[in-house]
């Protein structure tokens, strides 16, 4: 799929935009803070219908303007789509084709993005928190259910938290019988993200593994693994994962009463990464971390093409200066062609690679896109 | 802009209207001045009228200006079976529907923890009462909403009327729905009442 025409108005530093672009490789050269990232943001969230930095979609509005408006002509493979989105201080409007979208869960998924940000460069040392919503994100671009199951199963926990705090420090006997209730609903919907999440890191490590082999010249292999809180594991069918759930929330209750928080859950899971069956997390060098977050975006890109037959637009914000020559070719040897890409820099200097040579360059200043060649 | 004062006060009196903001307010209000004393007499009566003269019947907690309210009290209807459901606005779209001539229970809210509200602040133990006391009923359906909360709720009272024996079924919704959560949105399904399930 690909973008055809991209317009803002009054979004971030860019007053009004009208975007024409191709089906290619799109270089955006322009010095620091000119809104190359705001650029990448508009586009990342008619992907997703949210920002990727930043979960308070006023600050996405010009200063001292009342709404923002993003609008995208989309090519897919069977067909075009007219994208929108509104912001405004009542909210947020989603149009597909200018018909509004009464939940966000039907426009997500129409337009398929993978981001590649230096943030991304801490997927592997970073907190779990950033593991897990990779894997979200990853799958919910090509699940609207598996996004229902997510946000039912968060709404569950906070009702559980809620409750678990109000039973301390003398339960009484009707939330003794709710706090039962509740972690049924919790297993319940904890077993369809778990059995989820495994599928997914199942096919991501599919892809990766053979992207990562390549780019290290078949040193090493990269082994995923989900990291669940409850003792379960991938051979489990739904009711078993479930019936674990319960058993585990049944078992540590008092401890959970105590501290006022659900301690097991698919909100404490995690992914491990190895290379040759060491773990990146605890003995990867900076550039082998590096290396697998490559694999595992350039692996994404493949599973949603895997899943709905073509590849999705794929951003690139700063990252070819992190990494390093031979990187940045396999990087660019990847896309080439195949995927529209929209890569920002502040340089090109000691970039000679094809790719770029081939790309249209647009020069951005103080909001605005001047197109170079 | 500085309003007169019985402006600025009938103003305050439509904004503890939901939905009603500033703006609003003051159309009604200026509205209002234009109108015939008659009709507005009429409307401050029928304001206080209802206010005064409804209540909650004291069997099923339905609005009504009579106790027992006149679906209880109708005997051509089938006293064996009550659907509870939880807001009184249930009952009407219910009975609209004209499909259903059992009798109600309104909760008046579900549980959740998040608002603050449990079993003793919904009109629960007052269904299990009626339940101990009336030998007549021989099934339950329980249609409150396929939320979450409407879920638990749900699940809850079919805990406490295990000890009765009484046959409790859930009438059918779609999937359960989430709530405040991005991606969630409030969907409203329609209701089939063929299709309820025993619990
Ligand atoms: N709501 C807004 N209204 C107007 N301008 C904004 C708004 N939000 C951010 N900006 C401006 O946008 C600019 C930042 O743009 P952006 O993050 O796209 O920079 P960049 O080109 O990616 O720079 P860098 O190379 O440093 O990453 C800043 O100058 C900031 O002041
Ligand atoms: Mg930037
Ligand atoms: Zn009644």
Redesign the interface.
Known sequence: MYIRTLRLKQFRNYDRLDLQVENKVNLILGENAQGKTNLMEAIYMLAFAKSHRTANDKELIQWNQDFAVIDAELEKKNGHATLGIVLSSKGKKTKINHLEQQKLSDFVGTMNVVMFAPEDLHLIKGGPRLRRRFIDMGIGQISTVYLHDLSLYQRILKQRNQLLKSMFPVPQEDQEIMLDILSEQLSVAAAKVIERRFAFLRLLEKWSREIHEEITRQSETLTIRYQPSCNVSEEMDLSMIEKRMKETLERDKQQEIRRGLTLTGPHRDDMSLFINGKEVQVYGSQGQQRTVALSLKLAEIELIYDSIGEYPILLLDDVLSELDHHRQTHLLNAIQSKVQTFVTTTSVDGIEHQTLQEATTFYAKEGTLTKMK | MQYPAPIAKLMEGFMKLPGIGPKTASRLAFYVLEMKEDDVLEFARSLVHAKRDLMYCSQCHHITDVDPCRICEDTSRDQTVICVVQDAKDVIAMEKMREYNGLYHVLHGA????DGI???DIYVAELIKRLQENENIQEVIIATNST??G??TA??IS??MKPTGIKTTRIAHG???????????E?TLSKALEGRREI
Do not use: T
């Not at chain 2, 549980?111 to 998040?114: G, K, L, N, R, T």
């Open positions: 549980i959740s923890p998040m449990g079993p003793e979450i909360e879920e638990a699940m809850y805990r406490l999937l359960p729905i989430g709530g405040d959560l991005e991606y969630a949105d969907v």
